[in-house]
Nanobody, 126 residues
């Protein structure tokens, strides 16, 4: 099974930035499309960004307003989500997920993805 671990969350003031990491201790992630998702308190989980095996990225949610950037680390074992200009509405648990054969344009089926990390908490508050 693909094991994913998120890190990099924390308490940040509005306007700040964070870089979240999605890492595997196993093999590399370059053969997988990796999606980033978030779930705010009392709300449904939503997809925010995805990067394909070819390195091309896609953003999903209108609410991110171009403030999120996804990238792959040079070690091929990490996918990052850079968030700038954080607002309180960004407060959520952020997850990365994937599956064999997952493609970013099929993000709407993310509820069936079998491989998820434990999540990392992002809290934006003054």
């Amino acid at each position: 099974q693909l094991q994913l671990v998120e890190s990099g969350g924390g308490l940040v003031q509005p306007g700040g930035s964070l870089r979240l990491s999605c890492a595997t201790a196993g093999s590399t992630l370059d053969a997988y499309a990796i999606g980033w998702f978030r779930q705010a308190p009392g709300k449904e989980r939503e997809a925010v960004s995805c990067i394909g095996a070819d390195g091309r990225s896609l953003s999903f949610a209108d609410s991110v307003d171009g403030r999120f950037a996804i990238s792959r680390g040079s070690d091929l074992k990490t996918v990052y989500l850079q968030i700038i200009s954080l607002i309180p509405e960004d407060t959520a648990v952020y997850y990365c997920a994937s599956d064999e054969g997952f493609s970013c344009r099929h993000y709407s089926d993310f509820h069936s993805l079998p491989y998820w990390g434990q999540g990392t908490q992002v809290t934006v508050s003054s």
